[in-house]
């Protein structure tokens, strides 16, 4: 499904073509990413890179080294965090690319993880009617998910992505080395994405998945690899998410609701694949209760992913604040939430409805478990 080359002995790249851009993945893109900026005659002064404080200090001087071109480059920086993917991140993004001269013919590089692909992107796309983009991944959130697909946007309120648009990066480079600077905790939130992939894609991938623990896992590329080709399947066939792509929202109707609500009333927030990974399964659970999963498989879903993650305490009484966040999913209809649900690992059914009482019905199962 995808090519490998071997631009050096020793060293292989992954390229794989998504909807109208290519994706690069391995730990020699370095002269790939030169090569590219060469191409639309290169300008220190068009050229700006955006980043938080943990890029900028663990992966952005491995950059610089390796792409000496960049070196004189304008960096901008934001605060990491979901908390900061808000407008006013964005006005400062805005002002300073004005006040350094960026015009239509400047390129953005997004270095970091999810906050940092979605923002970056949406102020790229919207700077002057759109300057290019492009996607250089440093969590593994971001690898397996954020950087790729063209969606692009901003937290209102707290809630999740309610503004945005689709809007493709020019090329995206993936440097699993990357991976080498960050906590177990950040590695574990991308992990969850790769579970939903499995979950809904192969049954087969999903054994061989979970026949170890995660922290038997050591080399990342094979497996980024194959849950970028999961999720390029769906959006090279569904770009604008009107159908098919759809299938990808497994677990994430739930979750951004978990996400939104400790966003709101929690210390130390959840990560956005901590959040997925209750909401897979809650809906693992409404997928027994609506759409024929094996009471088995739901058991096999919840007994690996509480392995997995840590549990995260609901308060009997906090379960409607959470429900009332799920009045602002945008793929809601009416009264009823619109999932996509599991009706045997590997195979998946969109446009499924449930009520609230079955998503409340799904918290309390996770809370059960957890106890």
Same mark, same amino acid.
């Given at each position: 499904?995808?090519?490998?080359?071997?631009?050096?002995? =020793?060293? $292989? #790249?992954t390229i794989i073509n998504s909807a109208g851009y290519p994706i690069f993945i391995g730990n020699d893109v370095f002269n790939t990413i030169r090569s590219y900026l060469l191409q639309y005659e290169f300008k220190e002064d068009k050229v700006f890179i955006l980043c938080d404080e943990g890029s900028r200090k663990y992966c952005l001087p491995v950059l610089m080294s390796n792409v000496q071109l960049l070196q004189k480059v304008t960096v901008m920086e934001i605060p990491a965090g979901e908390e900061n993917k808000n407008i006013e991140t964005c006005k400062k993004i805005w002002v300073e690319l004005s006040n350094k001269g960026a015009d239509r013919n400047s390129i953005l590089i997004?270095? =970091?993880g999810g906050v940092i692909s979605d923002i970056g992107g949406f102020t790229a796309s919207t700077f002057k009617r759109g300057i290019r983009y492009l996607n250089i991944p440093t969590t593994l959130l971001s690898m397996v998910d954020a950087s790729i697909g063209g969606k692009v946007g901003i937290d209102l309120n707290n809630l999740k992505n309610q503004v945005g648009l689709f809007a493709n990066p020019q090329v995206v480079f993936t440097i699993p080395e990357f991976l080498d600077t960050l906590p177990k905790r950040f590695i574990l939130s991308g992990f969850?994405?790769?579970? *939903?992939?499995?979950? &809904?894609?192969?049954?087969?991938?999903? #054994?061989?998945? !979970?026949?170890?623990?995660?922290? $038997?896992?050591k080399e990342w590329k094979e497996i980024i690899?194959?849950?970028? $080709?999961? *999720?390029?399947?769906? &959006?090279?066939?569904?770009?604008?998410? !009107? =159908?098919?792509r759809k299938v990808l929202n497994f677990g994430h109707t739930v979750g951004h609701a978990i996400e939104t609500f400790s966003l709101y009333y929690d210390e130390e927030p959840l990560l956005h694949g901590e959040a997925v990974a209750i909401g897979i399964i809650c809906e693992s659970y409404i997928s027994y209760k609506v759409a024929g999963l094996a009471k088995s498989q739901l058991e096999e879903i919840a007994s690996y992913i509480t392995r997995c993650f840590e549990p995260y305490k609901i308060e009997s009484d906090s379960i409607d604040l959470l429900l009332d966040f799920t009045k602002h999913d945008k793929k809601k209809l009416g009264s009823?939430?619109?999932?996509?649900?599991?009706?045997? &690992? =590997?195979?998946?059914?969109?446009?499924?409805?449930? !009520?609230?009482?079955?998503?409340?019905?799904?918290?309390?199962?996770?809370?059960?478990?957890?106890?």
């Open positions: 499904m995808y090519e490998i080359i071997i631009i050096f002995v =020793g060293m $292989e #790249q997004n270095l =970091g969850a994405e790769i579970i *939903k992939h499995a979950l &809904i894609y192969d049954k087969s991938y999903w #054994q061989e998945l !979970t026949s170890k623990c995660f922290d $038997e896992i690899d194959w849950s970028v $080709e999961v *999720k390029n399947y769906y &959006i090279t066939e569904d770009p604008m998410d !009107t =159908g098919f009823q939430m619109n999932l996509t649900l599991l009706t045997s &690992i =590997g195979t998946s059914l969109i446009n499924q409805e449930c !009520t609230l009482d079955l998503v409340r019905e799904s918290i309390q199962y996770y809370q059960n478990i957890v106890k």
